[in-house]
């Protein structure tokens, strides 16, 4: 994911001393230029980047400040294209149409899937998909699960061409009152004037307000490539990175933009619904730099977190009536949430932090998994009531979870203490508490300040 680039910026950074010289910029600048081209980011972009950086360091004076306000400017210059949209904007007239195309097995289907969802449960839209893939047999089907799944409708008609279930389907769009339409359409595995032809035909009959190019990020310089092409022989507004999961280096979404001309607009990493994320260039400089990225995370969470039961959780931290059955759920949620390490780079100050924690599985860390084995040896009430646990019933816990009673004792009052603080902070002044406490990491890290 963006980690391995996060991780080179840091040490980068880290490289320039406060009594700055050309020598320490140097350091800096090359130390930057082997992780970008690890990361996989295109030469091209490197040099370009690594260039800008120096001469205007040298401009305004070599020094930490110089140089990291150069990185960022130079690193919003690279992602953003003057005048395209930041996110996902809705056209003046709705409904807002979206073309999605890409080549075979890129992820179009499921990107359609995880846009509407995102349409529907974070902008509260109403979305219609039309599936305009009539090539595969199975491709119909494949979007009725992953449609039904996250109750959007969806307008197909096997019988049709994919122009004419265009048309028909936005027809029902515009007199339904549905604020966007997704098409989800075939691809090919490799780029034919077949295809070419039929998507431009659905074009026509789509007058899309977007066209998004869905690459498959595993493909490196490829998904390049192809998204130029698409440019060049359809038009696109946007790409999408999907797999971003399996990219371990991450570099491709650096250059992008600048390569294809078109801004990438969202990042896809994982098969399941939620696993999408808008990109959105300020953000990303702000966590590659350091700072973190509070609106994604909350963006993030909003997707994956169940109101409901947020706020049953909340009121049983304030009544401090947290138990080991609201634990376990609350693992759940965090392990929907992400890897730690991406979790903890989000959050401002904490990006030190993410390093140290590395691929920490919080999941099968030794003290959860003690945890959990303590408390599927409890009976229901002593979940609901850890006060219960006299000596004896501590006993049973220690032998049915092979440990020894001390341990079950010391994992108690963690957990209390836990649960305390965790009532402490959400009462009165608790979030000014934890403002303070992040204003003194931040104020400690020595992390770059990024207005926003
Ligand atoms: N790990 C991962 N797999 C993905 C992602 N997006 C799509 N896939 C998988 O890639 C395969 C092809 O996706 P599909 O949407 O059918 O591609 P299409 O042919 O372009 O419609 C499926 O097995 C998906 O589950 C992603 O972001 N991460
Ligand atoms: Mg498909």
Do not use: C, W
Not at 16 to 36: N, V
Not at 345 to 369: C, F, H, R, T, V
Request: glycine share 10%.
């Amino acid at each position: 994911m963006l980690d391995t680039l996060t991780d080179g910026f840091k040490s980068a950074i880290g490289k320039i001393r406060f009594h700055d010289d050309e020598k320490a910029l140097k350091k800096a600048t090359t130390e930057l230029k082997k992780s970008l081209l690890k990361a996989d980011v295109h030469h091209k972009v490197v040099k370009d980047l690594i260039g800008t950086v120096e001469i205007e360091t040298k401009k305004n004076g070599v020094g930490k400040e110089n140089f990291l306000k150069a990185l960022q400017d130079k690193l919003t210059e690279i992602l953003t294209i003057e005048g395209a949209p930041r996110g996902f904007t809705f056209a003046s007239k709705p409904p807002t149409v979206v073309m999605m195309i890409g080549l075979q097995g890129s992820g179009k289907t499921t990107t359609t899937g995880k846009l509407a969802h995102f349409l529907k449960e974070q902008k509260k839209k109403k979305v219609l998909v039309i599936a305009a893939d009539l090539q595969r047999l199975a491709a119909v089907e494949q979007l009725k699960q992953v449609t039904s799944g996250i109750e959007v409708d969806l307008f197909y008609d096997e019988d049709a061409t994919p122009t004419q279930v265009v048309e028909d389907g936005l027809f029902k769009a515009e007199k339904e009152l549905y604020d966007v339409v997704l098409i989800d359409t075939a691809g090919r595995l490799a780029i034919d004037d077949e295809l070419m032809e039929e998507l431009a035909n659905v074009k026509t009959a789509a007058k899309p307000d977007e066209l998004f190019y869905v690459a498959d990020a595993m493909t490196g310089q490829d998904a390049v490539r192809t998204a130029q092409t698409f440019k060049e022989k359809i038009g696109i507004t946007g790409v999408v990175l999907s797999k971003f999961d399996g990219d371990g280096k991450g570099g491709v979404a650096l250059g992008l933009t600048q390569q294809v001309g078109v801004p990438l607009r969202f990042i896809g990493h994982g098969e399941k619904m939620p696993d999408l994320e808008q990109f959105i260039s300020d953000r990303i400089v702000g966590r590659l730099m350091g700072a973190g990225d509070v609106e994604g995370l909350a963006e993030r969470a909003a997707a994956t977190i169940d109101p409901k039961e947020a706020k049953r959780m909340t009121q049983k931290i304030k009544k401090g009536q947290f138990n080991f059955n609201d634990f376990l759920a609350q693992m759940e949620q965090m392990k929907k949430l992400g890897s730690m390490k991406s979790i903890m780079g989000m959050i401002p100050g904490m990006g030190n932090m993410a390093k140290q924690i590395g691929d920490m599985d919080l999941e099968n860390s030794d003290e959860i998994k003690q945890i959990k084995a303590m408390v599927s040896s409890m009976t229901p009430k002593e979940r609901e009531n850890p006060d219960l646990l006299n000596n004896m019933r501590k006993r049973r816990l220690a032998t049915g979870a092979g440990m020894e009673v001390m341990h079950v004792n010391r994992v108690l009052k963690q957990f209390k203490n836990a649960a305390k603080m965790a009532k402490k902070m959400s009462g009165k002044g608790g979030a000014k508490q934890m403002q303070d406490m992040m204003a003194q990491m931040q104020g400690g890290g020595g992390m770059a300040n990024i207005p926003r």
